[in-house]
């Protein structure tokens, strides 16, 4: 059982708004990774950590950013929200030796 | 760049055929090759994880097998059921990234 929680599930916010997902997992994982995905489109890579205070971007551009402080706390942030903005983020999490990774539940983000 | 492809996009089967998903990666030096499965609006689910020193791995009906050397791997599910009807994503980890394929959409009649 993947122990990986996102909050909130969903969330309608106004533009302009500063927004923060959560993302936790208990399972002591070194690698956390954040992905947006459109509805019925690919993942994209948005964030990725390979432990505390260590962040990077992904393949894909994106005006959020993300912080590593503890290991099991992996959130990102908005600090203008925008419609473009509007998609689902999923967080997930691995060991750093090649180990299965698991996935949140996402968070649908809206944006209006 | 390191990219994965995934084929067919979608298919359509009648309950109780055997079927097989494709996947194929540029850079053959992957950690592991792992298959999810994704219902929609939801987060993914890890269906079965190769490392690249393994052939192949079985969970129930699915199988699926890597050839590092050409750049694929397969997923073969026995026995479709509608139940399995859903998205199928594979994912190749590479160092400290996960690069996905777009995957493929499957849809089990009854």
């Known amino acids: 059982e993947a122990d990986i929680y996102q909050t909130p599930r969903y969330l309608v916010i106004g533009t302009g708004k500063k927004i923060t997902l959560e993302c936790s997992q208990t399972m002591g994982h070194d690698k956390m990774y954040w992905y947006q995905q459109d509805p019925g489109m690919e993942l994209h890579l948005i964030h990725y950590s390979y432990g505390v205070n260590s962040t990077e971007k992904g393949d894909l551009s994106s005006e959020s950013t993300v912080s590593r402080i503890r290991t099991e706390h992996f959130p990102l942030t908005l600090e203008s929200a925008r419609p473009s903005h509007t998609s689902q983020y999923l967080c997930?999490?691995?060991?750093?030796?090649?180990?299965?990774?698991?996935f949140g539940q996402g968070t649908r983000l809206t944006v209006v | 760049k390191q990219e994965v492809t995934q084929i067919p996009a979608a298919l359509s089967v009648p309950e109780g055929e055997n079927l097989v998903l494709n996947c194929s990666f540029t850079?053959?030096?992957?950690?592991?090759l792992q298959w999810f499965r994704q219902d929609p609006g939801k987060g993914l689910t890890s269906l079965l994880l190769?490392?690249?020193?393994?052939r192949e791995q079985t969970s129930g009906r699915l199988n699926a097998s890597l050839d590092k050397s050409s750049g694929r791997s397969t997923l073969y599910i026995a026995a479709s059921q509608p139940g399995d009807s859903a998205t199928y994503l594979c994912a190749a980890e590479y160092g400290n990234k996960l690069v996905f394929g777009a995957g493929t959409i499957l849809r089990v009649k009854s």
């Open positions: 850079d053959s030096a992957i950690y592991n």
């Open positions: 997930a999490s691995t060991f750093d030796n090649g180990r299965e990774a698991f």
């Open positions: 190769i490392q690249s020193s393994q």
